[in-house]
């Protein structure tokens, strides 16, 4: 069987790769050994805002009399949470589905494995490719600590179809991942520790932001122990002790759950990809130019797989840029302004530099801050909750970055993005109209 066009990986990258290149005529087929939307659509990014919304308007429910409405008794049914969450992956699953059927992509189901640039095998079937793209994703890393085999630990996996709630849980693993669950299980009432390596959560997201929200979620019970290195973890009748090490000394934290939320690597074994003597980079990603071709011509590498942006809307974007290469249509791939997003309550989101990064880079830059209580629209759908919108200039008042603490912080960045993708200075952005009351007007108001 001889096509175009030959994709590894079901994921955000290789279903955005199949629809363009079977909407420009192309041949395609593509190989995805699980369910089709990847860990984003089925482990990751939907189930688990799916479940964050259930527990946002729980929240709501609790403290809806700040917005002078009464709700005798708020409780919910985490049963019914995860069943909900499983029936919006689905929904969204068949609807990938369809779309690739419409425009003629093949799907196999089955590991792939990579013979050559242009011969993929699966089953006993072997496939003929003129072009190869791809995008196998990304796995849970798990450090080698001392214990951690012999403990019945969560990933974030487990977190998602957990039908109990633990009464304590610890965390280890401040980034977003962890965050987000953080947040959910706070929510629903779970006592929760989060230990974190770093000295700030979030990581490379902007400091004053991450900070402010650290603040916020130690006033709502969640104890964060940053700074902490995790040197051991056991299992007893009594629960699951987490052991570490910090400034302070030695410590340890009981809980009855584990999640391991330390990040995650590209996956780089079991389909061949070997066989292809792709260049790597010092982190062991695959190389690849502005076009997301890899060092051997015709093969393109999106998504996690390539290590610049491990983010599922990055790889949309890529694989876009990589069937347009393929075709012909001119057009390259941007990292200039990637939105980041913490779909925490409140939401964080940045796009572009932050401080930290343009002080390390020896770049000279002005901030303006202010906070959410400066937009209408903010103060009157956010009872008592503080906001901070800082943007970030060069000295002749290019937009260079963006940060947002407060909801719906998700929704707004990309007007940010916008600006910074397009080199507006600070005097252009204003001159936009922007509708009032909107959150959104706080980028206008901060400049």
């Known amino acids: 069987m001889n096509y175009q066009i030959a994709i590894i990986g079901g994921g955000p990258a290789g279903y955005t790769a199949a629809e363009a290149a079977g909407k420009a005529g192309l041949s395609v087929v593509l190989f995805e050994k699980n369910n089709l939307g990847g860990v984003c659509l089925n482990e990751g990014c939907i189930p688990t805002k799916?479940?964050?919304y259930s527990a946002k308007v729980y929240d709501y429910a609790k403290h809806a009399s700040k917005y002078a409405v009464t709700v005798p008794e708020a409780s919910f049914d985490l049963g019914k949470i995860i069943a909900r969450k499983s029936k919006v992956v689905r929904k969204l699953v068949l609807g990938i589905k369809a779309k690739l059927t419409a425009h003629q992509v093949n799907i196999v189901t089955g590991e792939a494995e990579i013979m050559d640039k242009n011969h993929v095998r699966c089953g006993d079937e072997v496939y003929e490719c003129e072009k190869m793209i791809v995008c196998t994703g990304s796995e849970t890393f798990v450090p080698p600590i001392t214990g951690i085999g012999e403990v019945n630990y969560w990933t974030h996996r487990d977190a998602l179809d957990s039908k109990e709630l633990p009464a304590s849980l610890t965390i280890v693993g401040g980034g977003v991942i962890g965050m987000e669950f953080a947040s959910f299980f706070n929510s629903l009432g779970v006592k929760v520790t989060v230990i974190e390596m770093m000295d700030k959560i979030l990581g490379p997201m902007d400091g004053d932001i991450s900070s402010m929200l650290c603040a916020e979620?130690?006033?709502r019970g969640i104890a964060f122990l940053l700074s902490t290195k995790v040197?051991?973890?056991?299992?007893?009748?009594e629960g699951i002790t987490v052991s570490y090490e910090n400034e302070q000394g030695a410590g340890s934290?009981?809980?009855?759950?584990?999640?391991?939320?330390?990040?995650r690597r590209p996956v780089t074994k079991g389909f061949g990809?070997?066989?292809?003597?792709l260049a790597t980079t010092e982190r062991r990603c695959i190389k690849v130019d502005e076009h997301l071709q890899s060092s051997v011509e015709g093969v393109y590498v999106c998504g996690d797989l390539n290590g610049v942006s491990l983010l599922a809307h990055t790889a949309v974007r890529e694989a876009e840029v990589a069937v347009n290469h393929i075709v012909g249509k001119k057009d390259s791939m941007s990292y200039r302004a990637i939105p980041g997003v913490v779909y925490?309550?409140?939401?964080?989101?940045?796009?572009?530099?932050?401080?930290?990064?343009?002080?390390s880079a020896g770049i000279a830059y002005r901030v303006e801050k202010l906070p959410m209580a400066y937009s209408g629209r903010f103060v009157a759908e956010n009872e008592g909750v503080n906001g901070l919108c800082k943007v970030i200039m060069a000295e002749d008042g290019t937009i260079l970055g963006a940060h947002v603490l407060g909801n719906p912080a998700s929704e707004i960045i990309t007007i940010a993005a916008m600006a910074i993708e397009t080199g507006m200075k600070a005097e252009e952005w204003k001159k936009i109209v922007f509708p009032h009351p909107t959150v959104g007007e706080i980028f206008r108001e901060a400049l």
Do not use: D, F, R
């Open 50 to 52: 799916t479940l964050l």
């Open 217 to 219: 979620y130690a006033k």
């Open 231 to 237: 040197v051991a973890i056991s299992q007893s009748e």
């Open 253 to 263: 934290v009981l809980s009855e759950k584990l999640l391991m939320s330390v990040g």
């Open 273 to 277: 990809l070997e066989n292809l003597g």
């Open 344 to 359: 925490t309550n409140p939401e964080v989101a940045g796009v572009g530099q932050t401080e930290e990064a343009l002080q």
